[in-house]
T-cell receptor, first 116, second 115 residues
């Protein structure tokens, strides 16, 4: 079974530039998450989708971050404009739909973003 | 509100000795609890999960954890550490909140295994 795919693996940009990350979840997983993991900290949820609808985006800095999952499968996360403090690993995860009992989330390898 | 506290940021053990990584949680609802492991430059991998069945949960690679409701703890243990166990470990709490499934991560414990 293929896992969660993310690209790119690494990205270096200058502050005030924009960047986009892509995620392809495990086939059949309706729930998709984006997490931000700053060095030395645990992952923090940015946004959670159920199919193509947003379930939770309470911790997403909406003035600069945006995410979409138009067809309920792939998702993109965008930062515009980037700040130095956005340097982190961005993790995508997926799980079976809510209501299918309690299932774990499966994580991709992440995109390491460095803002200089 | 829910939260999870990992009591040690770093733990160092000798190969072949027991491992104990401590985790306490706070949740207004019946939680589900997980331990994930993160090796350098690799994705997060599920070690084990507790979802209101048996309180002693066995996971992969010889790890296990015991859910203690009275102590609000979910400590991770392994009888004998191996060099390959060196990694970052995260305790995660999850519960259903108004139709969402919120996953809250602890700050992580870095396990070092000395030869």
């Amino acid at each position: 079974e293929a896992g969660v795919a993310q690209s790119p693996r690494y990205k270096i940009i200058e502050k005030r530039q924009s960047v986009a990350f892509w995620c392809n979840p495990i086939s059949g997983h309706a729930t998709l998450y984006w997490y931000q993991q700053i060095l030395g900290q645990g992952p923090k949820l940015l946004i959670q989708f159920q199919n193509n609808g947003v379930v939770d985006d309470s911790q997403l800095p909406k003035d600069r971050f945006s995410a979409e999952r138009l067809k309920g499968v792939d998702s993109t996360l965008k930062i515009q404009p980037a700040k130095l403090e956005d340097s982190a690993v961005y993790l995508c995860a997926s799980s079976l739909a809510l209501g299918h009992g309690d299932t774990e989330a499966f994580f991709g390898q992440g995109t390491r973003l460095t803002v200089v | 509100a829910q939260s999870v506290t990992q009591l040690d940021s770093h733990v160092s053990v000798s190969e072949g000795t027991p491992v104990l990584l401590r985790c306490n949680y706070s949740s207004s609802y019946s939680p589900s609890l997980f331990w994930y492991v993160q090796h350098p430059n690799k994705g997060l991998q599920l070690l084990l999960k507790y979802t209101s069945a048996a309180t002693l949960v066995k996971g992969i690679n010889g790890f296990e954890a015991e859910f203690k409701k009275s102590e609000t703890s979910f400590h991770l243990t392994k009888p004998s550490a191996h060099m390959s166990d060196a990694a970052e470990y995260f305790c995660v709490v999850s519960f259903m909140d108004t139709g969402r499934r919120a996953l809250t991560f602890g700050s992580g414990t870095r396990l070092q295994v000395q030869p």
